[in-house]
């Protein structure tokens, strides 16, 4: 069965400090992987996703994931955080082998401390 | 600009009342979705649509009804059957892009139950 798993529910770094969001998924085939942000109250905004190709995938607000097969991960990273960032983030999984669907993780909540 | 609109943002029902939330887009995509958001249980899929007249059950479909009578709109019915309907909705679409479908979201609804 497909599932994803985001293991921190909460992380807290300082503002211009190097950020790591951990993503693990379940999927039986290649998988099409996605991060995206919330912010409270609102609807959630694509960051980055992943097809094929290169495994280093580049985002808006200078956001970036790699992909790792062999560890089953899609790992969200920034060098350096902004105050703005902080907001909710979901690592998502969806793919041909299952239709239309998408399976999302519990969230990372991420507080940036000035 | 093409996007998603949901109405109303916040909506208060009493008990044993149906109401009904819009979800209407114009980015012409065929498939669309509602998901339900409650703290640290991430996003959980309601109804999805795949083209006009056609849905198919989510994982938690019990308690609510969609319909699909056009491309653009995909309202959600929430009704006196859904136990605990207190909740932040969400509705997506997607296109298929290089083979793979990409959500885009709403800015969602939060009802409550008084």
């Known amino acids: 069965a497909q599932s994803v798993t985001q293991p921190d529910i909460h992380i807290t770094v300082s503002e211009g400090a190097s950020l790591e969001l951990r993503c693990n998924y379940s999927?039986?085939?290649?998988?099409?992987l996605f991060w995206y942000v919330q912010s409270p109250g609102q609807g959630l905004q694509l960051l980055l996703k992943?097809?094929?190709?290169?495994?280093l995938v580049q985002g808006i607000k200078g956001f970036e994931a790699e992909f790792k097969r062999s560890q089953s991960s899609f790992n969200l990273r920034k060098p350096s955080v902004h105050w703005s960032d902080a907001a909710e983030y979901f690592c998502?999984?969806?793919?041909?082998?299952?239709?239309?669907?998408?399976?999302f993780g519990t969230g990372t909540s991420l507080t940036v401390i000035p | 600009d093409g996007g998603i609109t949901q109405s109303p943002k916040y909506l208060f029902r009493k008990e044993g009342q149906n109401v009904t939330l819009s979800c209407e887009q114009n980015?012409?995509?065929?498939?669309m979705y509602w998901y339900r958001q409650d703290p640290g249980q991430g996003l959980r899929l309601i109804y999805y649509?795949?083209?006009?007249?056609?849905?198919q059950k989510g994982d938690i479909a019990e308690g609510y009804s969609v319909s699909r009578e056009k491309k653009e709109s995909f309202p959600l019915t929430v009704t006196s059957a859904q136990k605990n309907p207190t909740a932040f909705y969400l509705c997506?679409?997607?296109?298929?892009?290089?083979?793979?479908?990409?959500?885009?979201f709403g800015a969602g609804s939060r009802l409550t139950v008084l």
């Open positions: 999927y039986g085939a290649t998988p099409y």
């Open positions: 997506a679409s997607s296109i298929r892009v290089n083979g793979a479908n990409v959500l885009t």
């Open positions: 980015l012409n995509h065929d498939a």
């Open positions: 992943y097809f094929s190709g290169d495994t």
């Open positions: 998502a999984v969806g793919g041909s082998n299952t239709g239309n669907q998408f399976y």
């Open positions: 649509s795949q083209i006009v007249n056609d849905f």
